[in-house]
């Protein structure tokens, strides 16, 4: 007897093209952590909270918050990279508006920046005075 024909295999190419995005999004991020100074200097922050972390035993809530802060920084920073490289493609001269997107794009960061510093603030700085200072 024949067997019924079974449909196209489509789930190994949708596979694929995750995979193609993940790569594309992996290399984003290495071709920014090579370029962006800014960058470099929040992935080395972020390699020593995580090993403070570890230091101080941080518990659940305070490693989800820590992550959450580290993530939020290391994302706006990505997204102010990708700001800066569309208006240097599109304005090369000098335009107020791509002043102004620029300055808005480094705002986002530093209020995420600040954002991240009263977190670590608050989870660190008490461990920080125990250890050092009382
Ligand atoms: N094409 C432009 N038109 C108008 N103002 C600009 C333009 N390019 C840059 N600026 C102004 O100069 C500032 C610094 O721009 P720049 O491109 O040097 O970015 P940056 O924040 O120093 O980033 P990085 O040091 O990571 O390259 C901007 O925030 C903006 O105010």
Redesign the pocket.
């Known amino acids: 007897m024949n067997q019924p024909e079974l449909p196209p295999r489509r789930f190994p190419a949708i596979m694929r093209r995750r995979a193609a995005s993940f790569g594309y999004a992996f290399r984003g991020v290495a071709a920014a952590l090579r370029s ?3 960058l470099q200097f929040h992935a080395v922050a972020t390699v020593v909270v995580i090993g403070l972390g570890f230091y101080f035993r941080l518990s659940w809530l305070e490693w989800a918050l820590v992550a959450l802060a580290v993530g939020v920084v290391l994302g706006l920073e990505l997204m ?2 990708a700001v ?1 490289a569309v ?2 493609l599109v ?10 997107a ?2 808005v794009a ?1 705002g986002a960061v530093l209020v995420g920046a600040v954002a991240a510093l009263v977190v670590g603030l608050l989870i660190f700085g008490p461990r920080m005075w125990a250890l050092f200072v009382a």
């Open positions: 962006e100074i800014h102010n990279t800066e208006v240097n304005s090369p001269e000098y335009h107020p508006l791509a002043g102004r620029k300055d480094a």
